[in-house]
Structure formats: C-alpha cells, structure tokens
C-alpha cells in the first residue's frame, strides 16, 4: 500500500488550535502516514515537539527568517541546548525553519537583512555541529542561500530540503548538486505556474519530496481571490489531507501513477531526513 509523507506541515498553527487531532485524523484516513512539524521561533520549540509525539509525527527545531525581528541572540544559544537536550529523541529530525526570506520588504533592508543572515548562517553551524539535516526557507533568495551552504559545507554534502521551491532549473541543479531534495506543494497546482509546473514535471523524481505549508500555500481548488473574499467567501484552510490531491496533480504532470509517486517522494523524504526511517514502524 501506498502512503505519502508531508515534509513541511505547520500543524501547531493558530489555525488548528481547535481541531488539530481532527485535522490530523483526516489527512492519516487520506493516506498521509507521516508529517514533518518545523519550528518558526524559540516560543513554538515545546509546542512542535509535543504535538509530534501525541500526533506520531516528526519535528525540527529552527528560527524562521520571518521571526528574527523578535528572537534574540541567546535564543540560538536554547537552540543548541534544545538541539542536544533532544538528540536522542527519534522524531527530531531536522534543524528548520531556516533561511532567507528577501520577498518581505523589511526584511531586505537593514538592519533585518544583516540580521536574517546571521541567523541563517549560525543554524547551519548548528545543524553542522548536531549532525542533522535542514529544512530550508528559501523566497527570492536562492543565491545567497546557496552561498551559505557552500560556505558552510566544510567539504560534506548537505541533507535535507529547500522548502517550496520556486526558483529556475539551474538553481534546482545548484540544490541538488549539494544533495538536497526539492519541497514542493499546492503552487504547483495553478495552471499559471507555468515555469513551475515545468519543473515538477521534469526534475529528476529522486529529487522531488512533497508538502502543504497548511495552513498556508492553498492548492488552487482552496484558494479565494481577493474578489471572492470581498463578497464574503472565506479563504480556505489548506490541510495536511490536501496532499495526495496535490500529488495526484504532480503524478498527472509526470505521466505516472499516483501510487508510484507516493512511494517515490516518500522514499526521498526518508533520503532527506534520515531521521524519518526510525519512524517506519509508525506507517
């Protein structure tokens, strides 16, 4: 039998305060046999780790390059306590959310931009130092993400994954070069998309593993328009369940059976995070 692995799923959200169980109950009856839980600042680090192990999932720890304005310094310092204090802990899987996020305007200037890079930089040397892969942030700042990764290679491969990819083939080359795997989700469900669409459907598999952002990065079956939200339409709830629709949609774009596709991307999940193959018994 067939399952899929959501590589990137933010279940202790807000927006699933209230029926989180719910939601995760639904999406496992869908066949998601396993999500992947990142952090996005030091306050969610006991959050995602407990609800990973009531839920039967994994998690990461990291600070997201959208959270540094109110993170300190000392909170990389908890971090690599966290990171050691937990090491022995199978679901953690990664050192994530990390990255650079160079869309948000504030985030470009100074002193945030100097900021989000400093931390970028200082978890790769944890992730470094604790021997785990990373989950990647990346939004129009593929280049100098992958500067960071080279420079913090010290002649070793990395593990782990860039987030909702979205940048041009070279670029994915680039990742893949340096042994990452490629997240992909619900933006590649828009016809417009075509660059990305193009991508999906021609990068190598073994390099593809898949995710919902949910409650964020809506397939397009979910998403409202600002016109339809005007007239009272609320946008929906994207949800871990979404997966195997979106990765029924990336199989139709490769010309293969969805099944097929299920096992490969998992497999390439347990690739990226070796951490995973420890949760095996729990699919």
């Known amino acids: 039998m067939s399952y899929w692995i959501d590589t990137h799923c933010h279940l202790d959200a807000s927006e699933f305060a209230s029926d989180v169980q719910a939601v995760r109950a639904r999406a496992r009856a869908a066949g998601v046999a396993h999500c992947v839980l990142p952090a996005v600042c030091a306050a969610n680090f006991d ?41 022995d802990d199978p679901r953690l899987v990664a050192v994530g959310e990390i990255g650079l996020d ?21 978890q790769l040397k944890l992730a470094r130092k604790h021997g785990l892969p990373v989950l990647l942030h990346v939004r129009r700042s593929v280049d100098h993400l992958l500067k960071g990764l080279r420079d913090s290679a010290g002649g070793r491969a990395w593990r782990g994954i860039a987030h909702a990819f979205n ?59 600002a016109a339809e939200r005007a007239d009272g339409l609320a946008q929906a709830r994207n949800e871990p369940g979404e ?10 774009l490769r010309g293969m059976d969805a099944s097929e596709l299920a096992c490969a991307t998992s497999s390439n999940a347990l690739a990226a995070l070796p951490g995973l193959a420890l949760r095996q018994r729990d699919i």
């Open 47 to 87: 959050g995602v780790r407990e609800l990973a192990h009531e839920s039967g999932d994994s998690y990461a720890l990291g600070i997201h390059p959208m959270y540094v304005a109110q993170s300190q310094d000392s909170d990389l310092v908890l971090l690599d306590e966290v990171l050691q204090r937990h090491a």
């Open 102 to 122: 160079f869309f948000v305007p504030e985030l470009c200037v100074s002193p945030l931009r100097e900021r989000q890079m400093f931390f970028y930089t200082e």
């Open 167 to 225: 940048g041009s083939a070279q670029q994915a080359q680039s990742f893949i070069a340096l042994g990452l795997k490629l997240g992909f989700g619900g933006a590649l469900t828009y016809e417009r998309a075509i660059q990305l669409r193009r991508l999906a459907a021609s990068l190598p598999l073994e390099s593809i593993v898949l995710e919902t952002d949910a409650p964020d990065m809506p397939p397009h079956w979910l998403y409202r328009s």
């Open 243 to 252: 997966l195997p629709r979106i990765g029924a949609e990336l199989a139709r």
